[in-house]
């Protein structure tokens, strides 16, 4: 999955034709914010009540968006931020997570204009078009983006920022591994690795189901020469089952009791997607710091020297420190809101789901997202947070106003249109009523496929998931949610 969509020798993401747009109705597929600018507007509102429910922090405030994609949903979130100048002020930056050279062109031009983008060591920058001191910072890996500076080796790093995080339809972009379970070997055990098969220590009579790895292999070639075989209907790779351990089989799925709990049901399917829990810890430490560590152990004088370095050079052994955890993430992405993804991965290609193997390179790829585990990675990765959610896209969205602010829009479109009747001039009044007909039901169709609940509608298939720091319930006080997932702020 990462080779067809990242690699910068043929990826869908990093390497697309001159003139081709993924995004939109002329490209593969259609993301909510552009489906309605309602939706980035609302993102922008949850991020400006979690900063108010926090306490209104004056300074040292970033928002950090994962694949912005055109940058659509940030430019609507920053229009809609702008108007509420204690918290525009606040922010410091704007971090964008891209990876693609030719999308971040297409951010730049749609958040910061004609100001000039500069290369720096951390990636790019740029200043906001909305707020001219907004500094917009690209980098290809979250790592780049500090989470900490250490002062002193000898102590734990300092994470004094308040980050708001986003990531939309990231989720399901990243890779996979699946694995299927298969009854007790009676033989000896072995093992699949890139130099051979090689025997195991394991007992050579297993009395328990084994995890066995799905892997990509060749098709058959009589299935690709097969007189009506074209590239879309046999594509020239597989899946199959390894016929022996691999070291992912060995491990992956002994990390969660959610897995474990399928080892003994033969033939089980689960998907599990290491780099989306690493993503989801990042966040929690961001937000919440740490866990504690274990006294650090110099292994030289030079160790305990005081040096100033950002967390992308931090060792594992040192702790990121929280004193107040602050700031949030908001996860919004397609995928079951309890259960483990199963036979999920696919490929999209003209608004048609096609094989995953269909055209490496020219088709998006996708699975669905397992928001538990995100879930019991953030909180496994940091005590300072709490998760709320998954709760369904429809649910999240009408608990922000989207039906309110639709019928704002709409009063906006109709006044806007009356008053240009007032004016005495009957020319292109015709024209005029054309116009307002046509964007209100733009923006009446657009929120309600938002929302649609239908059985494939994106109100149901889509859920929203918060990461926010964790606060001891005081005595007869009900535990905060945020707003979106039942709760509510005091202005």
């Known amino acids: 999955m990462r080779q067809c969509l990242t690699s910068l020798d043929g990826g869908y993401y990093t390497s697309q034709t001159s003139g081709h747009d993924q995004f939109g109705q002329k490209g593969d597929f259609v993301t909510s914010p552009e489906i309605s600018q309602i939706f980035g507007e609302l993102v922008g509102l949850w991020v400006l009540a979690e900063w108010i429910a926090q306490g209104r922090r004056s300074e040292g405030v970033y928002i950090m968006e994962i694949g912005p994609g055109r940058g659509t949903l940030m430019d609507d979130m920053l229009r809609t931020i702008r108007n509420f100048k204690p918290l525009a002020s606040a922010l410091e930056a704007i971090y964008l997570v891209e990876a693609s050279p030719s999308l971040r062109e297409t951010q730049h031009k749609l958040l910061c204009g004609s100001n000039p983008l500069e290369e720096t060591d951390m990636g790019h920058q740029s200043t906001s078009r909305h707020a001219g001191s907004l500094r917009v910072v690209w980098t290809e890996d979250i790592r780049f983006v500090p989470k900490a500076i250490v002062i002193n080796k000898l102590k734990a790093a300092d994470a004094s920022k308040t980050p708001f995080i986003i ?36 007992p050579r009579a297993s009395q328990t189901n084994q995890w066995r790895e799905m892997v990509v292999s060749p098709s058959p070639p009589y299935q690709i020469a097969a007189p009506k075989a ?31 709990a399928l080892k003994s049901t033969t033939g089980a399917t689960i998907e599990i997607s ?22 650090s152990r110099p292994s030289s004088a030079s160790q305990a020297t005081a040096s100033t370095r950002t967390v992308g050079s931090l060792r594992q052994d040192e702790s990121i420190q929280k004193v107040t955890p602050s700031g949030a993430a908001l996860i919004l992405d397609y995928g079951p809101p ?154």
């Open 167 to 202: 990531a939309h339809e990231f989720f399901d972009a990243l890779p996979i591994h699946i694995f299927q379970t298969v009854p007790p070997s009676t033989g000896t055990n072995t093992i699949t690795t890139p130099t051979g098969t090689h025997a195991t220590r394991l």
């Open 230 to 260: 074209t590239p879309e209907s046999q594509p020239e790779f597989q899946l199959t089952l390894a016929k022996a351990s691999t070291p992912h089989s060995l491990y992956l799925p002994e990390t969660s009791p959610r897995y474990q």
């Open 274 to 295: 290491p780099e989306s829990q690493a993503y989801a810890s990042d966040f929690a430490v961001r937000i919440g710091g740490s866990n504690p560590i274990s006294a």
């Open 338 to 491: 309890s259960t483990i993804p199963a036979n999920s991965l696919r490929g999209i290609r003209a608004h048609t789901r096609v094989s995953p193997f269909t055209a490496p390179g020219q088709v998006d790829v996708s699975a669905d997202v397992d928001f538990l585990a995100l879930a019991e990675s953030a909180i496994n990765a940091s005590p300072g947070v709490e998760v709320h959610g998954p709760v369904p896209q429809a649910v999240f969205l009408e608990a922000m106003g989207i039906k309110e602010r639709a019928a704002q829009l709409v009063k906006q479109a109709v006044d806007r249109e009356r008053g240009g009747s007032a004016d005495g001039k009957t020319s292109g009044e015709k024209s005029r009523k054309e116009d307002l007909t046509e964007q209100v039901q733009r923006i009446e169709s657009g929120w309600k496929r938002l929302v649609d609940r239908s059985p494939q509608g994106m109100g149901r298939l889509y859920q929203a998931m918060a990461i926010v720091p964790y606060r001891p319930v005081k005595e007869g006080e009900p535990r905060r949610r945020p707003v979106g997932f039942g709760g509510d702020i005091k202005l």
